[in-house]
């Protein structure tokens, strides 16, 4: 993947053809969003020839400034008319290059944001395998890096290489009809002036895309530090952290210096082979001036569009390397488009039943995670779970409790058994039904950067305030919401910020509640509530667990010493099963880990 997300780095030598048509191709998906917008791009072109052709023609009309108007004896009222046609020129081309600029921007614009949100939206379908084998930091660059590249190709190096496409190829044919022996001598001038722009360009390139790598790496660093600012200073690292960042600079300006330094030279040999072509080509023309084979106007054209010709060639040598760039970008947004999820809704899915129960079945389920092959997390798991039934799940950590969860919830599929919901497999089912069966508070909490209103709707979207305020106040959440200055319109911050520990788990708590779900997955729901805060939120818990089917992950057996029932696994397995006081008589692994943490407690 890291290969993938990394730009071509060598330009020098161009690849087999094959193999470019493959790569260029990778732009066809920048082209299906793109060509949504058909009224656009006719403009667009539209634009981009009359202003091609307006350029073209500047020169046409300083030839005839010249001619007739520093001709001796000119018409002063004829020259007028000339620099009214030179003038109008000026303005088409100004009035045609707005309109292509902003066409072409607008087009480049809409594309980006729709391919943004097509990726964004084929990600939401994707199940957490997927984001365990890809890493997200990766994704987010490419729906913002990648996204980038492929707005400026769109935006502006296609269409400044058409132009300056049709400017070099128009300004030839104009060459050769002022001039064709001075002509023939810029076509030879031209690749000269070229081929250490494209050589030692290749080089910049290269050398420009390591600086921002290192840019970036400093950009990480920083935000690594900064995050963890209080960890840095509460061991004394600050020197140790200044020196690490220290050289991050300064690997970042060498390169940035080498950089410059064959940026310097590649300008020193341009203005050199460009002008020098230009003083021996102007000697020519003065000569055929002096000897009457060619006029003054015709040598004015002849030059200024020989600098057009000359500088839409050496633009268009940027331009493929940018292409390509926009290729590996095009290929890696596609591939986020393209990829299809591993769970997926069934073609026919079977109806849950109406109205819900809430029963669940583990049938000889089999699983491992596909990022660890070697060691299964269930082996033939069996377990059901009665309508309303309350069942606590205890266990050292990597017994296979969390893996319920996620099986429950079908982010994954087992590799051999079912999971059935009400009697249907849910394998089978609609997802979206299954799912909104299901309210889950988990152990890691999660807050988005948004209000409090939106972190609580998150449940149930379409609440009213009356529904938050109930859910908040049964999760013992509503006395520090009211405290908020502008209470449930209070920007939470990032990863709610904003709140202490117990706070953001507390709104977890009512999230899930708002959500009113006949089966309800609590992962130790009240690990991160005081003393005070627990006894509340385990109270309101435990009515609100009246008539729905319950599962609960408990580390702190304290927690679930009242549960009606308690299996305890062990390596994929449940190994026992009962009340906390038959189980702490068996004397098993359950009552070892009770006497650990008990007499802790104690």
Do not use: C
Not at 404 to 413: G, I, N, P, T
């Amino acid at each position: 993947m890291t290969e993938a997300a990394s730009p071509p780095t060598d330009l020098t030598v161009p690849p087999a053809p094959a193999k470019e048509r493959r790569r260029l191709g990778n732009l066809r998906v920048v082209w299906g969003f793109t060509r949504r917008y058909p009224l656009q791009l006719l403009v667009a072109m539209t634009a981009l020839l009359v202003s091609a052709g307006a350029t073209l023609w500047i020169p046409r009309t300083f030839q005839l400034v010249v001619d007739h108007g520093f001709a001796a004896g000119a018409d002063p009222d004829s020259i007028g008319r000339y620099f009214e046609e030179l003038l109008l020129v000026v303005l088409v081309l100004a009035i045609a290059t707005a309109v292509r600029f902003y066409s072409v921007t607008w087009v480049a614009e809409r594309s980006v944001a729709d391919i943004r949100a097509a990726v964004h939206r084929n990600l939401l379908h994707l199940p957490p395998q997927w984001f365990e084998e890809n890493r997200p930091s990766e994704i987010a660059s490419r729906l913002t890096s990648d996204t980038a590249i492929v707005e400026q190709i769109v935006g502006s190096t296609v269409s400044a290489a058409l132009r300056n496409l049709l400017i070099g190829v128009g300004g030839i044919i104009y060459l050769f009809a002022l001039a064709p022996a001075i002509a023939s001598y810029l076509l030879i001038g031209i690749p000269l002036v070229i081929l250490p722009m494209v050589v030692l360009g290749s080089r910049v390139r290269k050398l420009s895309r390591s600086s921002q790598d290192r840019i970036a790496d400093i950009g990480a660093m920083a935000a690594e530090t900064l995050g963890a600012m209080r960890i840095v200073q509460a061991f004394g690292q600050e020197r140790r952290e200044a020196t690490r960042f220290e050289g991050a600079v300064d690997r970042g300006f060498a390169t940035a210096r080498r950089r410059a330094l064959i940026r310097s030279i590649m300008t020193a040999l341009v203005i050199f082979l460009l002008f020098g072509g230009i003083s021996l080509i102007m000697w020519d023309a003065v000569s055929g001036v002096a000897s009457g084979r060619i006029s003054s106007g015709a040598i004015t054209a002849f030059v200024i569009t020989a600098g057009l010709v000359t500088g839409s060639f050496g633009a268009l040598t940027e331009v493929y390397g940018d292409v390509l760039r926009a290729a590996g970008a095009a290929a890696r947004l596609g591939e986020l488009i393209a990829v299809e999820p591993d769970i997926a809704p069934p073609a026919n899915p079977v109806a849950l039943p109406q109205p819900p129960q809430g029963a669940i079945d583990f049938a000889h389920v089999t699983f491992r995670y596909p990022t660890r092959q070697d060691v299964a997390a269930l082996t033939d798991f069996n377990l059901s779970v009665a309508p309303g039934e309350t069942v606590a799940v205890v266990g050292p950590s990597g017994a296979g409790k969390s893996t319920l969860f996620a099986l429950l919830q079908r982010f994954y599929d087992p590799e051999s058994g079912e999971v059935r919901v009400d009697g249907v497999p849910i394998a089978h089912a609609d997802l979206a039904d299954l799912r909104g069966r299901i309210a889950m508070v988990p152990q890691e909490t999660v807050i988005f950067a948004a209000s409090a209103r939106d972190n609580l709707r998150y449940g149930k979207w379409d609440a009213g305030d009356d529904a938050l305020w109930q859910a908040a106040q049964a999760a013992n959440a509503a006395d520090f919401l009211r405290a908020l200055p502008d209470g449930l319109d209070t920007f939470l911050g990032e990863g709610g910020a904003r709140l202490s520990g117990g706070q953001r788990q507390r709104i977890a708590i009512a999230r899930a509640l708002l959500r009113d779900s006949p089966i309800l997955l609590l992962d130790e729901a009240t690990s991160a509530l005081d003393a005070e805060g627990e006894r509340l939120v385990q109270d309101a818990l435990e009515r609100l667990m009246e008539n729905r089917t319950t599962l609960v992950i408990a580390h702190r057996l304290a927690t679930v010493r009242a549960a009606g029932r308690i299996i305890v696994m062990d390596q994929g397995r449940i190994v026992d099963s009962g009340t906390h006081a038959e189980l702490v008589e068996r004397g098993g692994l359950y009552a070892r880990l009770a006497a650990l943490q008990f007499n802790d407690a104690a």
